[in-house]
């Protein structure tokens, strides 16, 4: 067991590209992965479980009980010097969010309506609290203030630059860059959670971070007003977010 833990946190909105980056980091050989550790916690604490495929497994799957997954998995002992911790920010529900505070956090976005046009597709007319933006921004607030927050990456600039996003996230979070981070092989991982086969087909089928495509995506009258609303959220974040040095 090494002597000291570098726990990075990378809280994310849900349809994201943060499945890929967690596979990006499952290649370096200092690192040890965890996918999404408190979404059985969220399951148990919400009514919107009903609308999750699978719920009921994955509860079963996890500890459900958040401050166990605080104490024994987040600031628990580890058999890497690096944890990486996958996170949906919606997954924070009904804890003491000073834990935070103890390990290093990185901010993964991406623009509201994609996530939203992508999101209906699996679970329909989602809400604010589903595509967590809302409280992505208050993370920001909150880890910026305490000086917590090691970086925020947008899912565009990463996509149009890995390689400059990557290295220029090491550096943020004082880790070295590892070229093995661009390349996985295709199909799942032992580590991905047992939802992996409800959202997890795109990614099990690339080898590395797919080019980013420029495209529209049409919403319907009903979530038009929801991505209007993410908006703002979405475009301070992206101020602070790393950019592609292309």
Not at 30 to 53: G, K
Not at 209 to 231: I, N, V
């Amino acid at each position: 067991m090494p002597s000291t833990v570098k726990r990075i946190n990378t809280w994310s909105s849900p349809r994201n590209v943060s499945t890929a980056l967690m596979y990006a980091f499952a290649q370096r050989k200092d690192t040890q992965v965890f996918d999404e550790p408190l979404y059985a916690h969220y399951l148990s604490s919400t009514q919107r479980r009903i609308l999750h495929p699978g719920a009921e497994e994955i509860i079963a799957s996890q500890e459900k009980d958040g401050e166990k997954v605080v104490r024994r998995i987040l600031l628990g002992s580890h058999s890497r010097p690096i944890a990486f911790f996958k996170q949906m920010a919606h997954h924070l529900i009904g804890l003491d969010e000073s834990f935070l505070l103890e390990m290093d956090n990185v901010l993964l976005i991406r623009d509201p309506q994609a996530i939203i046009f992508s999101y209906n597709k699996v679970i329909p007319n989602p809400s604010m609290e589903d595509i967590g933006i809302k409280k992505m921004y208050s993370l920001f607030q909150f880890l910026s203030e305490n000086g917590r927050l090691s970086a925020v990456v947008d899912s565009r600039e990463l996509l149009s630059g890995p390689e400059s996003v990557l290295r220029q996230l090491c550096r943020r979070l004082s880790i070295t860059f590892d070229k093995d981070m661009l390349r996985w092989k295709p199909g799942s991982r032992p580590e991905d959670g047992v939802w992996a086969r409800y959202w997890y087909s795109r990614v099990h089928r690339s080898s590395g971070f797919e080019p980013f495509l420029e495209r529209d995506y049409e919403l319907p009258a009903r979530l038009r007003s929801l991505a209007a609303e993410c908006r703002p959220y979405y475009e301070k974040l992206y101020a602070a977010a790393i950019k592609a040095e292309l």
